[in-house]
């Protein structure tokens, strides 16, 4: 009897030590898969977690695209999920400061690959649109695009993009160059949080 009583007292005893150490967490806003902290001063650097607003445009032209008015975009700084030189240009800002950045396409989404630019007969490309299903089909116009684009869901869930050039009676230019490569772009990035791993 006695021993069900202590055994009973010890597994109390033992749910009290988790949940008071889980609030010790909590409170201090930590994990117990590493502890992190907001910090308004210091610089970003790799491995932090930042929070940011940005604008897009080419150099010179009208933004085309910005989430100032939104959610901003977070991520963790260095790991691969940014193009190369959005990241590169985060590194060293401290929340608050803005910068304006134009990066060459080596930075961005890199060079257009001319043989992804093919020349088809005009027949070829009416069956490749009417072979898709229209439920997986987006149309959306692109900046630095004279035509619009055709993105297409493939069943496997990967993605294809269209853009029909030169229609001819013939003929039809078909480009499957994701967006935006061989420009250069202009960014306008306000960093707004920095949380770093203690």
């Known amino acids: 009897m006695k021993k069900r009583v202590c055994f009973k007292i010890l597994s109390r005893l033992s749910l009290v030590i988790i949940a008071i150490i889980l609030s010790i967490v909590l ?28 604008s897009l445009s080419f150099p010179g032209g009208s933004v085309f695209e910005s989430n100032y008015n ?25 929340p608050g400061e ?3 950045v134009v990066l060459t396409p080596d930075e961005g989404y890199g ?5 992804l630019v093919q020349n088809i007969p005009l027949t070829e490309a009416i069956d490749l649109v ?27 869930g990967k993605y294809m993009r269209y853009v029909f050039t030169n229609v001819t ?4 230019t078909v480009d499957t160059n994701k967006p935006l490569v061989g420009k250069d772009l ?3 990035i306000i960093l707004d949080s920095v949380i770093k791993r203690a």
């Open 70 to 94: 939104g959610t901003p975009l977070n991520f963790t700084l260095g790991s691969g999920a940014m193009i190369p030189g959005f990241d590169k240009a985060i590194q060293g800002m401290v």
């Open 111 to 115: 060079e257009k690959n001319e043989s």
């Open 98 to 100: 803005t910068k304006t």
């Open 186 to 188: 202009q960014f306008t």
């Open 130 to 156: 009417n072979g898709m299903d229209k439920e997986n089909i987006t149309i959306s116009f692109i900046p630095g695009y004279s035509c619009p684009m055709i993105e297409y869901r493939l069943p496997e």
């Open 27 to 54: 409170l201090s806003g930590s994990t117990l898969a590493g502890s992190y902290e907001i910090d308004n001063k210091a610089p970003a650097k790799a491995g932090d977690q930042v929070s940011v607003y940005y």
């Open 169 to 172: 009676e013939d003929s039809v």
